[in-house]
């Protein structure tokens, strides 16, 4: 009984987390690799989310985003994604010291419910979020590798930054280099995030 009590809410929690995922607009693939969840399965989930009417939502096909230097490219790109990495160190889906070439893969159930905190923290903080929840999953991803992004302390003020990993010059937030990212669009061809349905 007790076996099948903790399969059953283990399912449960996967379902949930699939559902959370759909909302954000994730990939299939991506549901798939962060839940476990068959293909099959997380269509049903689709039917069904549609069915109980969220028919607003966008379904992507094709591959996420893979470009790192996406984070980058803007003074507020890299200043939400410090924001959005430094959430993610908090609920445990980082660590701090990243680089875990070799380790345990990134993607689990248990990791995807502390993701999708982080993610929704970020769009509540953030009054028109540049990273959308596939660029997330891209930004923890290149993170973990940590070969074109790491985490560093600005040299200024302590403040966690996402930096190039093979960047020379020492870190410097936005404020203490007297930037304003508000002025910088978040990138012109980059997909913003939207707002959840
Ligand atoms: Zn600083």
Not at 50 to 78: E, I, T
Request: with cysteine; net charge positive.
């Amino acid at each position: 009984m007790r076996i099948s009590d903790d399969r059953y809410n283990r399912d449960r929690q996967r379902l949930d987390i699939a559902m959370h995922f759909i909302r954000h607009e994730a990939r299939t693939h991506t549901i798939r690799q962060w839940t476990g969840l068959t293909d099959d399965r997380i269509r049903k989930l689709y039917r069904s989310y549609l069915q109980d009417g969220g028919f607003r939502l966008a379904r992507h096909r094709g591959k996420s985003p893979q470009q790192a230097a996406f984070f980058l490219r803007s003074v507020r790109l890299r200043h939400e994604a410090g924001a959005l990495a430094g959430l993610c160190c908090l609920v445990g889906v980082l660590e701090r010291h990243q680089g875990r070439a070799g380790s345990a893969p990134l993607a689990c159930v248990t990791r995807a419910a502390a993701l999708c905190q982080a993610y929704d923290v970020y769009r509540a903080i953030v009054a028109a979020p540049g990273i959308s929840f596939e660029h997330a999953v891209l930004l923890v991803n290149a993170l973990a590798r940590g070969s074109e992004l790491a985490l560093d302390d600005c040299h200024g003020c302590g403040a966690l930054l996402v930096v190039d990993s093979l960047a020379l010059r020492p870190a410097r937030c936005v404020l203490c280099t007297g930037e304003d990212p508000r002025r910088v669009p978040a990138c012109n061809n980059a997909h913003s995030a939207r707002p959840a349905p």
